[in-house]
């Protein structure tokens, strides 16, 4: 049997919430947009829904179950996000699963100080080379913001360092108008043509489009039209917060969450029908005590976990997130926060599942060897999507029956045949040896060996780079650091 391939199995295991539950939270969605409505500032945005025949009091859009229902119907229910190598593209819909990096950090843990430190651009390139060399990172969702840069020019630097050294899908934030043009307009050379970069988008773009609760940001509203209004994939991101910008009950965060992702989706398609649209919600939860963010508690992998069934309701991809923690280090703490709300996350079957290699402190760190830890703990989570497979072949009933009472398997071709695919081994970080040999070897725990091999991927890893005419007219064009 051959290993069964890394990326884009089927979840959908996990269900915290029942039928039932999900369509009450549905319904109380609907009602939420209909009676109370989302609080709108963009004059475009508005007289799209007042084009469409919304209830607009103001800056009031209430919105009928009906509209709703039309734009969900016209949000396409699968597409691509393409790498430059077609070996990385991901075909997101249904309960495909695929785990990557994510955030917008402004710290970063040095790999050779150890110590933290303001994020770089030179940053996003270095761990876009580690990502291009890790096989259960399946894309690069530029996990920094360079402080290094003036604001004008971080668009379209971060992007072309991504798309330099990696293969892999990338992703990031937009900040302005021109800086998503611009971006596209690179996106376009790199893909070869603008019908090319719509055909395989080698690109797509993350808007912060809501403030929790229910209010449209009229800035970053702008630039989710921009993005639609291009056809490129864009990601409606939204992460309201138990207790503070959301009611403490999970019910009532998962409601108000889905009636602003349902909201952002029908402003979309008013704006592109059919635009490609990634529901984007990521349910938070908060310390009671401080008022502070949290990302490591159980009841975020819940929450995230159970909103991926509310999109699977729609049938439109998502965007969410797991493999975040409060540790400050890679440490006990970050693997057990980690391991817990990623291992809930991708058994619900969720499909652009960010933040889940790389982040420590809240989101406002990246460790380079945090990204070498969690690969291998994305392997043994996308192991577990795999599932049982159940069949005559697997039962092994005849080699049972053949090996009898007291024998031993290790030589049978049954078990040859079956053990890759059977087994996850981990390569890179874990150490499986008898403690005599890892002691020979150093005695190293998983942070020391992760950050050698960090190290040494940056030494000798060469990703595919850029074509030359490609490289030399995006240096001519834009204003490259």
Not at 141 to 150: E, K, R
Not at 446 to 473: K, M
Request: glycine share 8%.
């Amino acid at each position: 049997m051959e290993p069964q391939p890394t990326k884009g199995l089927e979840g959908g295991q996990y269900q915290p919430l029942t039928a039932p539950q999900v369509q009450q939270i549905h319904d109380a969605s609907l009602r939420i947009l209909q009676q109370t409505g989302v609080q709108v500032e963009n004059p475009q945005a508005l007289e799209l829904f007042k084009a469409a025949g919304t209830q607009v009091e103001g800056k009031r859009v209430r919105l009928t179950p009906s509209i709703i229902e039309d734009a969900v119907a016209s949000a396409p229910s699968e597409f691509l996000l393409a790498g430059r190598d077609a070996k990385h593209d991901l075909e997101l819909g249904g309960k495909r699963v695929y785990v990557g990096t994510g955030g917008s950090a402004l710290q970063v843990l040095d790999l050779s100080t150890g110590f933290v430190r303001g994020a770089t651009l030179e940053d996003v390139g270095l761990m876009a080379r580690i990502v291009d060399a890790l096989n259960f990172i399946h894309f690069y969702l530029i996990p920094i913001y360079p402080t290094d840069l003036p604001m004008e020019t971080v668009e379209v630097n971060k992007f072309y360092r991504a798309l330099a050294n990696t293969t892999k899908h990338v992703q990031g934030g937009a900040y302005s108008l021109e800086g998503i043009r611009d971006v596209i307009e690179m996106g376009e050379h790199v893909a070869g043509s603008p019908e090319a970069l719509r055909e395989r988008p080698l690109i797509s773009f993350i808007t912060s489009w809501v403030v929790s609760p229910l209010q449209f940001e009229s800035s970053v509203t702008a630039l989710l039209l921009e993005v639609c209004q291009n056809r490129l994939p864009v990601v409606l991101s939204a992460a309201p917060i138990a207790g503070l910008t959301a009611p403490v009950t999970l019910a009532g965060m998962l409601a108000q969450s889905n009636a602003e992702q349902l909201a952002g989706l029908t402003l979309t398609q008013l704006a592109q029908p059919g635009a490609p649209v990634l529901m984007g919600p990521i349910p938070a939860t908060a310390d009671m005590y401080s008022g502070k963010f949290l990302a490591g508690s159980v009841e975020f992998g819940l929450a995230n976990a159970a909103i991926s069934q509310l999109t699977q309701f729609y049938q439109i991809p998502n965007y969410n997130s797991a493999g975040l923690t409060e540790s400050k280090l890679p440490d006990i703490q970050a693997g057990i926060e980690k391991a817990s709300s990623t291992m809930q996350v991708v058994l619900a079957g969720s499909n652009f599942i960010h933040h889940a290699a790389g982040m420590l402190e809240d989101m406002s760190t990246v460790a380079y060897e945090q990204l070498v830890i969690d690969n291998e703990m994305l392997g043994m989570a996308m192991r577990a999507v795999q599932g049982i497979e159940v069949n005559e072949e697997t039962l092994a009933v005849d080699i049972i029956d053949s090996v009898g009472p007291g024998g031993h398997y290790l030589l049978e071709d049954h078990t040859v045949e079956h053990l890759r695919g059977e087994h996850y081994f981990p390569s890179l970080v874990m150490n499986r040896h008898a403690r005599d040999q890892w002691e020979q070897e150093g005695s190293l725990d998983a942070r020391d060996r992760a950050r050698y091999i960090a190290t040494q991927i940056l030494a000798s890893h060469d990703p595919e780079p850029l074509p030359a005419e490609v490289e030399s007219w995006i240096r001519k064009r834009f204003p490259i650091v």
